[in-house]
């Protein structure tokens, strides 16, 4: 896929509105009710490698909802070759589902073929640049269209690193086209553990090249902070998620939710608070939002759901 040809494809990507990290807690409810929101987004490796319930359930998601393919796993920035077995499955899963796009983490994520289930960092540096830049190459040649990469939580920063990451993120995405999902709380969270400073973060950014944002809430240790998923956005995400919209016009965004998942009906309370900051002038609300710390337990950031959906009786009517 050409250059120019990826670079149009991301300019005609829609704004989708305002959508929801699909989780298997909301599968009942959404077959049931099919709920009002925009979309859903769906972590890829849910999916891929089953062709039984969870692959049937999607589909009658998919029929009703626009839905965006987040991957976890495809280990852009790893120096092991590319998993081709993955880019198969993704394709296969995005020529079934037709998701508006396919996005992952600039990131490693295993090493001699084992996943360790987190998104690792990179050392930031030209010779790094160049390796993912050569990768999101291949892989937006092989599923012929851009690939939208999200900045990740971090929570240090290599001494060999050279290059700022929002700088990087730009570098990355003038040199191959592919698009950004920006995370406004991965960014508070990376830019509050490295002591940054995450307005000049987003201002960075090349704002033509975000087509979607991510919310969600986190951990506040003080000293340093955790992204957990797992409650509330807190006040300086919302501000700097204003900041955002302002600087990009407004993209498609989504809220995140991966442990202590509250009711769908909960969920689009919180992720609806977004409309406020969309249309207040000043990025200040008279919306009561979550300061910090009021859950003091950790819960498990990733919910992989396959396995308790096996269990599970989904009543379609
Ligand atoms: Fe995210």
């Known amino acids: 896929?050409?250059?120019?040809?990826?670079?149009?494809?991301?300019?005609?990507?829609?704004?989708?509105?305002?959508?929801?990290?699909?989780?298997?807690?909301?599968?009942?409810?959404?077959?049931?009710?099919?709920?009002?929101?925009?979309?859903?987004?769906?972590?890829?490796?849910?999916?891929?490698?089953?062709?039984?319930?969870p692959r049937y359930i999607l589909?009658?998601?998919?029929?009703?909802?626009?839905?965006?393919?987040?991957?976890?796993?495809?280990?852009i920035g790893s120096t092991e070759k590319l998993n081709d077995d993955y880019l198969k499955k993704l394709k296969i899963l995005a020529e079934e589902v037709k998701p508006k796009w396919i996005s992952d983490h600039l990131?490693?994520?295993?090493?001699?073929?084992?996943?360790?289930?987190?998104?690792?960092?990179?050392?930031?540096?030209?010779?790094?640049?160049?390796?993912?830049?050569?990768?999101?190459?291949?892989?937006?040649?092989?599923?012929?269209?851009?690939?939208?990469?999200?900045?990740?939580?971090?929570?240090?920063?290599?001494?060999?690193?050279t290059i700022p990451e929002a700088e990087f993120l730009k570098l990355m995405a003038k040199q191959t086209g592919c698009g950004l999902l920006l995370d406004v709380n991965n960014t508070y969270v990376s830019c509050f553990n490295s002591g940054e400073d995450p307005i000049e973060?987003?201002?960075?950014?090349?704002?033509?090249?975000?087509?979607?944002?991510?919310?969600a809430g986190h951990q506040n240790c003080g000293t340093h902070i955790i992204d957990t998923h797992d409650r509330k956005v807190t006040k300086e995400v919302w501000e700097l998620f204003h900041l955002a919209w302002t600087l990009t016009g407004g993209t498609a965004t989504l809220l995140?939710?991966?442990?202590?998942?509250?009711?769908?009906?909960?969920?689009?309370?919180?992720?609806?608070?977004?409309?406020?900051?969309?249309?207040?002038?000043?990025?200040?609300?008279?919306?009561?939002?979550?300061?910090?710390?009021e859950i003091e337990e950790l819960s498990t950031p990733i919910d992989f759901m396959v396995s308790p959906l096996m269990s599970e009786t989904i009543h379609s009517s």
């Open 201 to 215: 973060y987003i201002k960075t950014l090349p704002h033509e090249s975000i087509v979607q944002m991510h919310l």
């Open 59 to 75: 589909q009658q998601i998919a029929e009703r909802y626009p839905i965006v393919m987040h991957g976890v796993s495809m280990s």
């Open 107 to 161: 990131c490693w994520t295993g090493v001699l073929g084992t996943n360790t289930h987190d998104l690792l960092p990179l050392p930031l540096t030209e010779e790094t640049l160049k390796h993912v830049c050569n990768r999101i190459d291949y892989v937006q040649e092989y599923l012929n269209r851009p690939l939208i990469i999200e900045n990740p939580s971090t929570y240090l920063d290599f001494n060999q690193s």
């Open 256 to 293: 995140e939710w991966d442990g202590n998942i509250p009711s769908f009906e909960d969920c689009i309370k919180e992720l609806h608070k977004a409309k406020d900051y969309m249309l207040s002038p000043t990025g200040k609300t008279e919306l009561i939002v979550e300061t910090a710390n």
């Open 1 to 53: 896929m050409k250059q120019q040809t990826i670079t149009e494809t991301l300019k005609s990507l829609p704004n989708l509105g305002l959508g929801l990290g699909l989780r298997h807690t909301h599968f009942q409810h959404i077959l049931k009710h099919s709920p009002a929101v925009d979309w859903f987004e769906v972590i890829s490796e849910n999916f891929m490698y089953s062709h039984g319930k």
